[in-house]
């Protein structure tokens, strides 16, 4: 289950699958000699809710790939993690990565954002969504403000985040790739696990996707979901300080028998937002360690 929110080039480039290339065989992944597809150099992608976790992790795989990065957040400054990766991204990989502070319900603020990004570089390239919240309630006690506040973020907030970025890849004529973060709780239910409205709310986003990659395919515009499983980060290792069942438990529920790591959807992000996919579109990649194909 996708968890931000309340669960969210020369030296390094043969080594990171970064964007840098050197001649013959020690050519890098994404360089002019080897899987060229996956190179994103020249291109502009903005990640939200890239401030930490699933979202920064992906960032910096872009980051390796040659594109220039905007993380959109919330958080009034990103986490401590991310100076060192803009650092890296400045020194070892010829590209940066930037912050922008933005709530995606401030839909007039989120459109400026991205208009004045693509302007200042006269094109927009991709979109990583990864931008959401979790709250755990009984059904029964779930308010219709903690319903609506998921719905608002996770759906609402996903679709005018998509619509910003959409609008200035028609404007310059170039298409493009969105990813919009789902999960595998949008297609089943977690056992254990009391979260109605994020399931729903998920269960939407790819739906969402499907909607939007049918409209757009038009503009060239891609539309695909990534759907993870369970993610530790900081924040469900502080959840599993409360119920530590679920430490327990959750590993024996996929076939792989272990929880993943944010590291482990880097690829998939380069894979989507690169040429590498470019007959792929409306599509959900389910990443969950094969929990919902028992």
Same mark, same amino acid.
């Given at each position: 289950?996708?968890?931000?929110?309340?669960?969210?080039?020369?030296?390094?480039?043969?080594?990171?699958?970064?964007?840098?290339?050197?001649?013959?065989?020690?050519?890098?992944?994404? %360089?002019?000699?080897?899987?060229? *597809?996956?190179?994103?150099?020249?291109?502009?992608?903005?990640?939200?809710?890239?401030?930490? /976790?699933?979202?920064?992790?992906?960032?910096?795989?872009?980051?390796?790939?040659?594109?220039?990065?905007?993380?959109?957040?919330?958080?009034?400054?990103? %986490? #401590?993690?991310?100076?060192?990766?803009?650092?890296?991204?400045?020194? *070892?990989?010829?590209?940066?990565?930037?912050?922008?502070?933005?709530?995606?319900?401030?839909?007039?603020?989120?459109?400026?954002?991205?208009?004045?990004?693509?302007?200042?570089?006269?094109?927009?390239?991709?979109?990583?969504?990864?931008?959401?919240?979790?709250?755990?309630?009984?059904?029964?006690?779930?308010?219709?403000?903690?319903?609506?506040?998921?719905?608002?973020?996770?759906?609402?907030?996903?679709?005018?985040?998509?619509?910003?970025?959409?609008?200035?890849?028609?404007?310059?004529?170039?298409?493009?790739?969105?990813?919009?973060?789902?999960?595998?709780?949008?297609?089943?239910?977690?056992?254990?696990?009391?979260?109605?409205?994020?399931?729903?709310?998920?269960?939407?986003?790819?739906?969402?996707?499907?909607?939007?990659?049918?409209?757009?395919?038009?503009?060239?515009?891609?539309?695909?979901?990534?759907?993870?499983?369970?993610?530790?980060?900081?924040?469900?290792?502080?959840?599993?300080?409360?119920?530590?069942?679920?430490?327990?438990?959750?590993?024996? *529920?996929?076939?792989?028998?272990?929880? #993943?790591?944010?590291?482990?959807?880097?690829?998939?992000?380069?894979?989507?937002?690169?040429?590498?996919?470019?007959?792929?579109? /409306?599509?959900?990649?389910?990443?969950?360690?094969?929990?919902?194909?028992?």
């Amino acid at each position: 289950m996708s968890t931000n929110g309340a669960l969210n080039g020369a030296t390094n480039g043969a080594t990171n699958g970064g964007p840098a290339a050197s001649n013959g065989n020690n050519a890098a992944v994404g %360089s002019p000699q080897r899987l060229a *597809e996956f190179s994103l150099s020249n291109k502009v992608v903005l990640v939200s809710g890239g401030a930490r /976790g699933l979202g920064l992790t992906q960032a910096e795989a872009l980051l390796e790939a040659g594109a220039t990065v905007y993380a959109l957040d919330r958080l009034p400054e990103p %986490s #401590s993690e991310f100076h060192p990766i803009a650092e890296r991204a400045q020194k *070892e990989l010829g590209t940066s990565l930037h912050y922008r502070q933005v709530d995606v319900r401030d839909v007039p603020s989120l459109n400026k954002i991205v208009e004045d990004i693509a302007n200042n570089h006269g094109r927009m390239d991709g979109l990583i969504a990864a931008a959401g919240i979790n709250h755990e309630a009984p059904a029964l006690e779930y308010s219709a403000e903690d319903a609506n506040r998921m719905f608002d973020i996770n759906i609402t907030g996903v679709f005018m985040t998509a619509q910003a970025v959409a609008k200035q890849m028609v404007k310059f004529g170039n298409g493009g790739s969105i990813v919009l973060i789902a999960s595998m709780s949008g297609t089943v239910a977690n056992r254990g696990l009391l979260a109605t409205a994020y399931n729903a709310s998920k269960a939407g986003v790819i739906q969402l996707a499907r909607n939007l990659a049918a409209e757009w395919g038009v503009h060239r515009i891609r539309v695909n979901t990534i759907s993870p499983g369970y993610i530790v980060t900081a924040m469900v290792e502080e959840l599993f300080s409360h119920y530590p069942e679920r430490k327990i438990a959750w590993p024996k *529920e996929n076939m792989l028998q272990r929880l #993943s790591s944010p590291r482990e959807y880097r690829g998939a992000a380069v894979f989507l937002i690169s040429e590498a996919s470019s007959f792929m579109t /409306g599509a959900d990649l389910r990443m969950d360690g094969g929990h919902a194909a028992w």
